[in-house]
């Protein structure tokens, strides 16, 4: 079996999760973190997100099914949360959440929801993974080297996560503002494709 025949499976997946877009993401969800607490949202959001893509990579279909969870429901889902972030970003809820750290309120940690999923595992990568795996029929190699594919998609993830402490610095607080409220139309329009997506393979629409 030919490494080289994983090359489409990396590339499906790099765009699918569409790491280079997810590091200006980061910045934004953890504006205001130091560095040391940077490190610690990207190492837990990357793990979560490994575990939850090797998950749905050996039983996705079968977790699913047991739960009589739909893929598009779960798509919809995905979308209805994700609309929520955007929200957030665009109306800066997140700095007035913020405000109440002084007064010995827990911070605000992005690392599990909106990082790890939906961003990182979300319904697209998740569909993606249980795809690729299903392509084996269930050959044992095939399924490791899906998933050492999927590692390497997320170290990549994590490098430019480890990254957005110079991206900050290079942008500024006014460029930080304009990004965020940016970044949180697009989050909204990709949340609403979700649903639409759902819907249309439901057949509602």
Known sequence: MNIFDYIPAFVALFVVIDPIGLAPLFVALTRGQSVRQRRSVAIR?????????????????????????????FRMAGGILLFLT???????????????????????????????????????????????TGEGGGDTTHIL?????MLAVLAVVFTLFLLAAPLERLL?????????????????ALSVQFVIDAMRDLQVI
């Open 145 to 149: 080297l899906v998933h050492l594919v």
């Open 86 to 132: 955007a929200l957030d970003m665009l109306f800066e809820r997140r700095g007035q959440r913020r405000q109440g750290q002084a007064d010995g309120a827990p911070a605000d940690d992005p690392s599990v929801f909106p990082l790890a999923i939906p961003l990182i595992a979300g319904p697209g990568a998740i569909a993606t993974m249980i795809l690729l």
């Open 45 to 73: 959001a990357t793990l979560v997100a490994v575990g939850i893509l090797t998950l749905f990579g050996l039983a996705g279909e079968a977790v699913l099914n047991f739960l009589g969870i739909s893929m598009p429901a």
């Open 172 to 188: 500024g607080p006014t460029g930080i503002n304009v990004v965020t409220r940016l970044l949180g139309m697009l989050l909204a």
